[in-house]
């Protein structure tokens, strides 16, 4: 044993000798270059001659993103360095985004001031901001997620049915939930609370999962007893989702879904299985659902119908190669219809689309490759956690993200069908940013090698499987 | 615990596997990979539409960075090869752009039109990007157009035609319909692209007369909105034995000496193929004489080359065709049909039997070509065997007064010299020779060695046939080629050939420094 005893701070688990973070500081100075940068280029095309611009509202976020980093430093995180510089890049992209889009598009009036697109966006990045950093701080166990997975379920599932009854409709998706003057969509918090639910069940089931079949003849299935649970979970979520027509939350969830049972089981007549189950339910789809239908058609030939259905697939495709390799340029591109830009719901749903025509091939490749780091070095916490249920939540965690930005990328490039969710980060939208701040703050705990150990393998419970030949053996 | 996992695997009825489950790292593992094969699909579609479909998709009229240029921009002028200004744009006093044309029919076909009403059609179409500024800059262009905060950098586009030779050709033709291209065979630069009639195409962009000046156009039986000269297909008759000539020669299918001894007997029978007989008799002064190559085509025998087509057979001489560009759109600064040698379908490579195929070696049958490849043809054998790429743009002109050519390139080579000169020569022989002379000698240049060949198109029932005449001069180091089409005006001989002989004299005059 040391002689030294541990100083009363660190009895109560909170380090507070301050550890340098080189690293992180080298990036976000060069993410804050690059950013500030960009609001001078966007700032002087508005112009028509070398200019600055208006700084504040950026000098306000990288105001929160420094002292989120200093919060870091303080307390001695021994956390991730790289996720934090990643996620301030994307979010101040976002925010030179909102800041080049006409402000009018999102109004909101907050104590007697109307607030334009990127005031709202910095206040909802700085908001996001905070949660990620005191997530990252002050969560120095798991056993608040660990052991309450069904409960976490159960909330899950009385926010979706809030929205059933109270939900308000945003294009004809049933999306938003409103507290008073505040709305959100609550399929965002779900993805999060999804993944909580499942790196716990999966976790403690998971020898079951991958080792045992059920019996059926000569056939030898997968153990669906122990498979109840999840496919019972995730078809509530499918299923209202389905009513709410949030198709883009539906197809997040069931590959996460997959992904996270395959890395639990390493079956990969799992994910077949999953694969063809997907498949069948989207041929129903398609035949019940004219939006599914009218979907999939647009996809297959948006210049059926270019003044209708395939509009904004057209013009986010037009939006495309009018960038070209190099971009127009912030603020040159993006020419407006009468007063509004030519790609409808362009700052969420269509925002990759906007980056790709003014910062062109190099920088929608350059977000992607955000994207890629943030799949990387979450994977990477994943892989080397220190038990399943660490492990399973960090990868869940990060297939929330990098999944979710893969579908609306694809669907912004025709690559997939269109479905309107957001761009992690980079799109307008507090419940996103929010949700998606959640999810890094929760990785960032994770990474920390100063963190709470996990607790010993606990006796396993009786789940829901039949118990009746126990003891044969 | 090994009692406790062996528990749990017959309780699920399963076989008593060690249930052990596997290492999680492995799987995060491959999910990061198949994570990064979906971002390598990404990127991938991303390029493509960013690099490969760049610039289709900037310059779709349905863009709206198009849409806006109409408002924002001026767009750049047409001048021909000697800066004469084909098209320009002017801001009227109440701030709408107006397009204003030279005044001449012959430029409606050509220059097409750039309306409010009814948007662009022809070139003005084809070079409205780099018209509005939004093409035809490379990526070191765009880098600096960044740096200048313009977004359209309009350029003038300038054309290989001479408006001289243009509107001469134009008055030749008259009132007749038909088509003349004029095009230089050393370079592939379109001298005149004449199609009649035509139509002035300030009477659709004017926004006074605009609205009726389209409805007459698009009404008229004589449709002067469709440009003949690159979409107008017609029966070729007698010229396209030009064609079976390169396929004979060049497949070694027949030599200049070859000649067939039943010709002269089938001259007055007729040539009896499968149970049809292709009949000539045009030209009885041969009378005994088997014609070889050059004094076939000389007077034209029908006979001799159906010999060569079946000698030569379906699949090659269409393919050989294809070499001159049938068989496809022919690349160009204009839409273009497609020429063909066949209908298609039949077992002969395309030919459904030896009659077509005989019939099509001389013209007939399901032959169908636009002026444009038949003065290709005619290019190709001026120039050598090698056919230039055909170009009605020959550069552009950005803002600075800096000239951006288009340099020529040759796009195919059909045949060697050695056959092309044969070919030429025969001719030549066409136009001047003593039995040449009553077919193409009206297209003989006066003092200028001239190689042509007629076409007599016939269409079946009672009307006038197609008149065609293709010919380059002078024959040894050609200036220029031509293609002319009249329809339904007669035999080539009297009509065609005189036209072209006019258009070819002319330009060579105006090269001297003279006038038309």
Known sequence: MNAIAPSPARQLGFAVRPRLRRRELALLAIVAGALVLGRASLASTLAGHLALG?????????????????????TGRRSDQILLPTVALLGGISLLVMERLPQGLVVQRFVGHDLGLAQLQVGWLLLSLALLAVLAVVVRSDNWLRLYKYSWAAAGIALLLAVFVFGRD??????DLCLGPVCGQPSEPLKVILVVFLAGYLAENRELLAGASTRLGPLRLPPLPYLAPMLAMLGIALAVVGFQHDLGSALLYFAVFLFLLYIATARVSYVALGLLLFLAGSAVLYEIYP?????????????????????????????LGTGGILGTGLGAGLPSVGATPAIPVIQSDFVFAAVAEEMGLLGAL?????????????????????????????????LVVVVQAAIIVGGNIKLVPLTGITLPFVSYGGSSLVANALVVGLLLALSDRGVEPPPPPRPRRRVFGPGTAEGVA | MNLRRRAAATRTGGAPHDLVAPRIGRSVLQVALALGLAYLLIGGTLTYWQVVRADALTLDPA?????????????????????TVLAKSVRLANGTVVRQYLADPSLGPLLGYRSAQFGTAGLEAAENGVLIGLSGQSEADLLLRKLQFQLYRPQDVVLGIDMRLQKDAEQLMGNRRGAVVAIDPSTGQILALVSSPGFDPNQVASPATGAAAFGHLSTDPASPLLDRATQGLFVPGSVFKLVTSIAGLGSGAITAQTTYPDQPAEEK???????????????????????DYTQALEVSCNIYFAHVGLAVGGPALVQWAARLGFGAPIPFDLPTAASQVTGGGGPLGGFKDQVELANAAYGQAEVLVTPLQMALVAAAIANGGVLMRPHLVIGTRDAAGTLHPVAPAPWRTVVDPVIASTIANAMQQAVEGAWGIPFAGLGKVPGVPTAGKTGTAQLGGTGEPHSWFVGFAPVQGARIAVAVLLERAGSGATEAAPLASRVMADYLALQQGGTP
């Open chain 1, 170 to 175: 945003v294009n004809g998706a049933q999306l």
């Open chain 1, 366 to 398: 350059a977000v992607l490759a955000c994207y890629l780091v943030i799949a990387e070095r979450g994977l990477r916490i994943a892989a080397t956690a220190q038990d399943d249920f660490r492990a399973l939540l960090a990868a869940g965690l990060t």
């Open chain 1, 54 to 74: 208006d700084l504040r509202l950026l000098g306000l976020y990288l105001g929160g993103i420094a002292a989120v980093h200093v919060a870091f430093v303080l």
């Open chain 2, 63 to 83: 863009n709206p960075l198009v849409q806006a240029a109409r408002q924002s921009t001026l767009p750049g002028r047409i001048l021909d090869s000697r800066d």
């Open chain 2, 269 to 291: 029978t007729g040539f009896l193929v499968d149970g049809y007989r292709v009949i000539d008799g045009h030209h009885p002064f041969t009378d005994g004489t088997a014609l």
């Open chain 1, 291 to 319: 939006v599914v239908r009218l979907r999939v058609d647009i996809w297959l030939n948006p210049w059926s119908d270019p003044q209708g259905a395939g509009y904004q697939t057209l013009r986010a495709l037009y939006a």
